[in-house]
């Protein structure tokens, strides 16, 4: 089993920065697929940005140039850097995780549309974002 665990959420102006930490362990792969998506209550889930282990990135139009997917080095680290924060990006992120490399095929560029299929994910946090 792979148990994600996210961290650095908060509550910030609108303008502000924010940077969520999600630690993989486990039965850790090692190739897989991880991302982030949101979800608002009373909405659906939403795809943030994904990568596949070869450092390939694909994220929402919505985020595009405001929000940066990175690991460390070991790749069980995964980072959302979030700049730029807006109120309609207030939400619960959680982290997911797959080992089935389909859903981050590099030559689909929206793959991050995956993420909500993704087979592990953590319990989130919350960002809020006020104007």
């Known amino acids: 089993k792979v148990n994600l665990v996210e961290s650095g959420g908060g509550s910030v102006q609108s303008g502000g920065s924010l940077t969520l930490t999600c630690v993989m362990s486990?039965?850790?792969?090692?190739?897989?697929?991880m991302g982030w998506f949101r979800q608002e209550p009373g909405k659906e889930r939403e795809g943030v940005g994904a990568?596949?282990?070869?450092?390939?990135?694909s994220y929402s139009d919505s985020v595009k140039g405001r929000f940066t997917i990175s690991q460390d080095n070991t790749k069980a680290t995964l980072y959302l850097h979030m700049n730029n924060l807006k109120p309609e990006d207030t939400g619960l992120y959680y982290c997911?995780?797959?080992?089935?490399?389909?859903?981050?095929?590099?030559?689909?560029?929206?793959?991050?549309?995956?993420?909500?299929?993704?087979?592990?994910r953590g319990q989130g946090t919350q960002v809020t974002v006020s104007s």
């Open positions: 990568t596949d282990s070869d450092g390939n990135r």
């Open positions: 997911a995780a797959d080992e089935r490399l389909n859903l981050c095929q590099y030559y689909n560029r929206d793959f991050y549309r995956y993420l909500t299929e993704y087979k592990y």
């Open positions: 486990g039965r850790v792969y090692t190739d897989y697929c």
